[in-house]
């Protein structure tokens, strides 16, 4: 089985920072890619930042300058430090990991963390 945790959304003020946090854990053979996704109400879910593990890094338009990707290999972990925030960034923001696990380790799957409010306010 494998999880997928995130933490540290919360409300910021228009202009702070705030760093959310995504680690995979269970039965991990190898993982491929970790990114993150949001999603505003009455929005399709949206890609911000993707790290393929050993390669390339994306982030997106509307983030760029402002959000910065990272990964800990050794501890299964991505995140995402935003600053500059503005309120068009309030959203729910998932975590996306795409793996091969221990039990099919053959095949690449995706897994989907709960989601962590991010909320821009004054």
């Known amino acids: 089985q494998v999880h997928i945790v995130e933490s540290g959304g919360g409300l910021v003020q228009p202009g702070g920072s705030l760093r959310v946090s995504c680690t995979a854990s269970?039965?991990?053979?190898?993982?491929?890619?970790m990114g993150w996704y949001r999603q505003a109400p009455g929005e399709e879910r949206e890609l911000v930042a993707r790290?393929?593990?050993?390669?390339?890094?994306y982030v997106g338009d509307s983030v760029k300058g402002r959000f910065t990707v990272s990964l800990d290999n050794d501890k299964n972990t991505i995140f995402l430090q935003m600053k500059l925030l503005k309120p068009e960034d309030t959203a729910v923001y998932y975590c996306?990991?795409?793996?091969?696990?221990?039990?099919?380790?053959?095949?690449?799957?995706?897994?989907w963390g709960q989601g962590t409010q991010v909320t821009v306010s004054s």
């Open positions: 269970g039965n991990i053979a190898k993982i491929q890619d």
């Open positions: 996306n990991v795409a793996l091969f696990s221990l039990e099919s380790p053959g095949i690449l799957a995706e897994y």
């Open positions: 790290f393929r593990v050993g390669g390339s890094v």
